[in-house]
């Protein structure tokens, strides 16, 4: 394996913002408790950050309600609301390279996909639903009765954000860009591994205008921080992101509690199909990409990857050669492909996985171990020879494994792909345009690649089917989630009711 980590870059920044930011301050959490931050290419604290509790849930809603109940923010016309979105999203502009620095220390992620991709779509995303804000409209109805009738779509109220780590910041826009656009006040709660981005979003949403109260950060861990949101009675919303098994934990709050509206991004266990047809160079990098972008750790991740028989051989040759080939290594160096895991647990939890695809019989055609000896960096690794009951094919790892697989019919590529619990996206790779359109109808997923693999785009819905989820993030369809209709209806003549 070439693959080794290049040496770790120290510079590490001045950490500005480490409290709580609730009603346009930031404060210390009533416990006065703070929780380490680690980085991950070392494993080493960057600093401590106040760690939040049901007490600071509290606070940071009532702050929420009051901006809500009683605030401009939802009362203000959308230009109005847009107009501050997008002064927020130059902010985010100017600041991008202390921003991205902030989830490479954080998150492992490598700082050149942060500048050059989430930072600016986290901006982009919040001028998209900028852009909307000021066409938030109903429908005026025809009734069956001499009655006029109309609908108004309002703000749901105050939104809770449950965030995950691995994309800090797309995941803090996907969420809070549409649901500012709609006139939401909200509180979000980071991944208690990545609690540094949130805050300084949070400074900036401050100096762009957007009043206090109306976008408050909470960070602390799960069982206390998130659950506190999930079963709060003043929340009307909760949209969250993360794994299959904690969304179930948080329907069942918010069910046990007020029946706040629930929208649920999960994980998956994507489906890359290429088929004999396909140029084998590209297939094989796009495949690679699939799995291996940001360290495996998205929960789009094309983690099954299907290979008709034709060019099977040789896709299984060429894909270990290019993965011996892959760059692990300090996420700051321009020539690293793939950074670190997000933690110790994480990395753990993925070495745990490889070692029984290797018990159970599965072939490692490449990677498998851990590179170097400091930080959370895993080589690049491929399976062959898997059976579709083995956990390394059922689970969604988050980390950087393929599970590689033949078929021979399409109709076969069709079953097996669809033979998972998830349904969040898939990829296929094939020049037939017939075979895809007839491939991308029957696949049960929220995203269907076609030549392509993690071609998102704040104009286009992304969401689950199935265990992943459901209620859309990106595109208008997000925007609808943060709003609610009501009718309104009045008779047309004197009417004698
Ligand atoms: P992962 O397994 O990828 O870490 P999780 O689903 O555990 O993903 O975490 C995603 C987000 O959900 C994080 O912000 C985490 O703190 C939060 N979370 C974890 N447990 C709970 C819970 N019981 N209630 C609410 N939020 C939770």
């Given at each position: 394996m070439e693959a080794k980590p290049t040496a770790i870059t120290n510079e590490i920044p001045e950490i500005k913002f480490t409290k709580l930011f609730i009603n346009g301050e930031f404060v210390d959490s009533v416990s006065g408790k703070t929780f380490e931050t680690i980085d991950p290419r070392s494993g080493e604290v960057i600093t401590r950050v106040a760690e939040g509790d049901k007490e600071d849930v509290d606070l940071a809603v009532k702050a929420a309600r009051e901006a809500f109940d009683h605030g401009k923010w939802p009362r203000m016309s959308g230009y109005e609301r847009g107009r501050i979105m997008m002064k927020f999203a130059d902010l985010i502009e100017e600041n991008v390279e202390e921003i991205a620095i902030l989830d490479t220390i954080n998150a492992g992620k490598i700082l050149a996909h942060g500048k050059m991709l989430d930072i600016p779509f986290a901006a982009k995303n919040l001028r998209y639903y900028a852009g909307a804000a000021d066409k938030i409209h109903g429908k005026t109805l025809k009734l069956s009765q001499e009655m006029h009738g109309y609908t108004l779509l309002e703000p749901i109220g105050v939104v809770g954000h449950i965030i995950p780590w691995n994309f800090p910041s797309a995941m803090f826009f996907h969420k809070c860009a549409p649901a500012l656009a709609a006139g939401c006040t909200m509180i979000v709660k980071p991944a208690e591994q990545t609690p540094l981005s949130a805050l300084y979003y949070a400074h900036l949403s401050k100096l762009a205008g957007?009043?206090?109260?109306?976008l408050n950060v909470v960070n602390g861990f799960g069982p206390t921080t998130g659950a506190a949101i999930c079963s709060h009675m003043d929340i009307d919303k909760v949209s969250f992101t993360g794994s299959t098994e904690v969304g179930r934990v948080v329907m069942h709050a918010a069910a046990a509690s007020n029946l706040k509206v629930v929208s649920l991004e999960l994980g998956g266990k994507s489906p890359l199909i290429i088929f004999d047809d396909a140029d084998l160079e590209k297939a094989v990098d796009l495949a690679l990409l699939g799995v291996l972008y940001n360290k495996g750790e998205i929960c789009v991740a094309g983690s099954r990857v299907y290979v008709q028989e034709g060019i099977y051989d040789a896709f299984v040759k060429k894909a270990a050669e290019k993965a011996k080939t892959w760059v692990v290594g300090d996420p700051f160096h321009p020539n690293t492909q793939q950074g670190p895991q997000v933690d110790k647990k994480q990395f753990n939890k993925i070495l745990s996985y490889i070692d029984q695809g290797i018990r159970e019989g599965a072939t490692l055609l490449t990677g498998g171990k851990q590179v170097g000896e400091k930080g959370f960096y895993i080589e690049p690794t491929i399976f062959t020879d898997v059976k579709e009951y083995m956990p390394i094919v059922k689970d969604e790892i988050f980390g950087p494994v393929m599970a590689l697989m033949k078929f021979k019919t399409v109709e076969e590529a069709i079953q097996k792909a669809n033979n998972t619990r998830y349904g969040l996206a898939a990829g296929i790779i094939t020049n037939d345009l017939n075979l895809a359109n007839t491939v991308s109808r029957s696949i049960r997923a929220g995203v269907i690649w076609i030549n392509c693999y993690f071609a998102f785009d704040f104009d286009c819905p992304f969401g689950g089917y199935k265990m992943s989820g459901f209620g859309k993030d990106l595109g208008m369809e997000a925007l609808e989630k943060y709003l609610q209709t009501k009718s309104v209806v009045t008779p047309i003549y004197n009417s004698p009711w």
């Open positions: 957007i009043p206090d109260g109306v």
